[in-house]
């Protein structure tokens, strides 16, 4: 749902997304929300929250939704980490990034949920990882 605030962002500025956006490697994550914020003055984030809180989503909803590009704190509520987590691997998927460096790119607090007794991804992890690989589109 974040992403939507991303979406909405480019329908509502069409020729600012175009101008920042166009011929540039896909940014996202912080990454992107910093550049949105230089660009639109807000973050995709921000709007996906405020989006799903004037459709009637429940708070905590909306609040994970505007924590979506912040790095994992302490205070973070499993939907923070489920969000947290997804985004971190649909980022490493994209970048084709080895397992092991998947997993180290989630929440520590879930990455001790993946990892084997020699620090290595799990076989979970590792099928998961690579089904979740088998669905990136081809460009």
């Not at 910093?34 to 609040?63: C, K, M, R, S, Y």
């Amino acid at each position: 749902m974040h992403g939507t605030g991303h979406l909405i962002l480019c329908q509502a500025y069409p020729e600012i997304a175009d101008a920042m956006f166009t011929g540039f490697a896909v940014a996202r994550g912080a990454e992107l929300a910093e550049i949105e914020v230089g660009a639109f003055g807000i973050d995709h984030p921000t709007v996906g929250a405020l989006w799903v809180e004037t459709i009637g989503f429940p708070q905590p909803v909306a609040d994970t939704i505007r924590h979506a590009a912040r790095p994992p704190a302490d205070t973070d509520t499993p939907l923070d980490l489920v969000l947290s987590g997804a985004c971190a691997l649909a980022a490493s998927v994209a970048r084709k990034d080895a397992d092991e460096v998947a997993l180290g790119a989630l929440p520590p607090s879930v990455q001790g949920l993946y990892r084997a007794v020699d620090g290595q991804p799990d076989a979970a992890f590792g099928k998961l990882y690579d089904l979740l690989q088998e669905t990136e589109p081809a460009l």
